[in-house]
């Protein structure tokens, strides 16, 4: 089974007003959550090469309030918010752990756009729906399962998502738009960590693994 990895490496995160995702501070007027930060991401690289990591520096801004939200390499609209449920349209960075040799076939890192549904369960539990497709219109959908926990300063959200990639979207990735490959499953296991070193100070990190479909493990360019 190939397995793909990818790690955040905190370098910092600076944040103003409220640790608190869910909390608003008050005084005249409302003062909303922000914050900066930057991080260095390593992956392995899923193809056929001599090189097996790949990694990038990655910038990042945080800040939300009732409409909008920035959340590192993910930002969205809010159509509907209650205290359970939560519909908007959502665009994320996708990156792509491709050695040089392939990138006259398949562009580097770019961003996926679409839709999400959020239901929030009782002890910060989460359930995303998504539909979404690359800038080419490449379908994929991801069913999404995350539940937060605190430990002192440290808080991490472990996560498990089943993603279900059309068979362009796959011939394109895996394939390299040489192959054609059909649609299939992945499954991606991995945990977002951050922790309150000082005052407005935060280091964030994250862990991930994927598991490739059976039939992208199948690509002559999946090593």
């Known amino acids: 089974m190939k397995i793909q990895k990818i790690f955040f490496a905190p370098l ?11 909390q608003t501070v008050t005084t005249t007027y409302s003062e909303q959550n922000w914050g900066i930060g930057a991080v260095y991401r390593s992956g392995t690289i899923p193809y056929t090469t ?7 520096f990655v910038p990042m801004l945080f800040f939300e309030n009732e409409y909008i939200f920035l959340h590192g390499t993910e930002s969205g609209i809010k159509f509907y918010e209650s205290d359970e ?7 994320r960075m996708h990156f792509v752990d491709i050695p040089q040799q392939y990138q006259n076939i398949v562009q580097a890192d770019t961003n996926d756009v679409g839709f999400q549904l959020r239901y929030k369960m009782k002890n910060d539990q989460f359930i995303d729906v ?6 080419h219109g490449r379908l994929f959908s991801n069913v999404r399962y995350s539940a937060g926990f605190e430990n002192g300063s440290l808080e991490y959200r472990p996560y498990a998502q089943l993603q ?5 979207y796959n011939s394109y990735y895996y ?31 994250k862990a991930q693994a994927r598991f490739l479909g059976e039939d992208a493990r199948k690509s002559q360019y999946i090593e």
């Open 12 to 22: 910092f995160i600076l944040s103003a007003f409220a640790a608190d995702n869910n």
């Open 50 to 56: 001599e090189d097996s990591v790949i990694g990038s």
């Open 164 to 168: 279900w990639n059309t068979s362009k």
């Open 175 to 205: 394939g390299l738009n040489q192959e054609d490959i059909s649609s299939g499953f992945d499954a991606v296991v991995g945990v977002d960590a951050r922790y309150h070193v000082w005052s407005n100070l935060y280091l964030l990190a």
């Open 85 to 91: 449920w939560r519909l908007s349209a959502i665009t």
């Open 130 to 135: 998504e539909a979404m497709n690359d800038l």
